[in-house]
């Protein structure tokens, strides 16, 4: 019996539903849309299923795409990488893994790659037989268009946060099929997991529709930042000199605002604790980033410190003291750190290199507000709190843009744009739940 005619038991010892439900709907349809809740297995599902096809099929691309290369490394490339090390079936079939371009070559001929496209005309070169979407709503319906037309098998899968361009233009084909999963779908989900879930059902009607049931979500009011609950995320909270301090920057023109965190190393935990412990904002009059860096030292003249926050300040501008200066290079100079303690892509390839999307920024602040054990910022941080109460959809732009102002004016958002910075960075666990990219 050769590949080919083995059963997916013999790649996987653990398949949940989403997985059969390709498996027994390949023949009848070209197009899958796999909308789920968080943690129903669909994005390992299908990797676990285009794993066993490039292994069976011969001389084939498949082609797995997302919003950009840093969210593909955290999902879909993690997941398989796990499903590989977890089959050993399916480890053997693979001949070459060319981690450059985020590839691999199976014994069939058949390769899977990973790629991103930053805008339609990006995604008219090369033909596939297999694409595969993941997070569908964080990719632009011009690029679907795109790839679908060079593509003969189509797999979407995404939260359905809220009706977007699947709903309106993929939805209702002959050839498509919708498969709607949640929790119950997966057997292998972990009593931890489950019971943050389950807490959505009393806390959070919404997230428990979406993220819990699997349900097409409706936005029913304009706040962006529906998890935020001043008494429960302000209070008092300690600087403690022998932990490091983690500092997010935002650098614009009116306001020049950071704040100033100290968390736990795990995130999900119960012990779990992330404090916003102080900010730093000033006016365009009052200093430049040796002045930033000046508050910040007489803040914390002892403490390790870490610097993450507006990937814009890696670019190089006219007007710097050297020519390969930045904005980064200069408030590093300033606080007189190492290229360690700069958490930002320009210094890290690990890292992500560019701001995170308004809808990504979305979902992945309300999870950490609304799952995290001890998130607290303290009351003297009055700009942030602020920006939390009144952070609102942009309706001109529609989707999930946060309404942006002048740079100190009253929606500036400045030190907003801070935590959804140290947020994105630093509280992954709730990255995974519910993303929208």
Known sequence: MNAQQQAPEVF?????????????????????????????????SIMQYLGMVAATEKDETITVVGQDLPNLKRGAIRDFETIISSSPMLKRCIAAHNKSNNSYRFKTGTTIEFVSFANAQDAQSGKRKYLFINEANGVGHEIYQELAVRSEVIILDYNATAPFWVHDHVIGKPNAVRHVSNYTNNPYIKPSVLETILAYKENDPYRWAVFGLGKTGILKDDQWLHAYKESRHVSKVSYNPKEPVLISIDFNVGKFVAIACQLSEVDSEKASW????????????????????????????????FVTGDQTGSRRDVGYSKSNDTLLTLLQRSLNIGNKQMLFGAYNNRLPTANPTFANSWAHC???????????????????????????FDKKKGGFTLKKGAGDGVYAMNAFDCLRYIINLKCPSYQKIGRVQ
């Open 366 to 392: 309300n999870n950490t507000l609304s799952g995290h054990p001890n998130f607290r910022i303290d009351p003297s941080c009055k700009e942030l709190i602020n920006d939390c109460r009144i952070a609102v």
């Open 274 to 305: 992330f404090y916003v412990i102080k900010e730093f904002v000033m006016s365009e009059t009052a200093g430049n980033i040796d002045t930033m860096a000046q508050h910040i030292r007489e803040a914390f003249p002892t403490s390790l410190l």
């Open 12 to 44: 996987y010892k653990d398949i949940a539903d989403v997985f059969w439900w390709l498996y027994w709907d390949k023949d009848k349809y070209n197009v899958f849309i796999e909308q789920g809740g968080t943690w129903s297995a669909k994005t390992y």
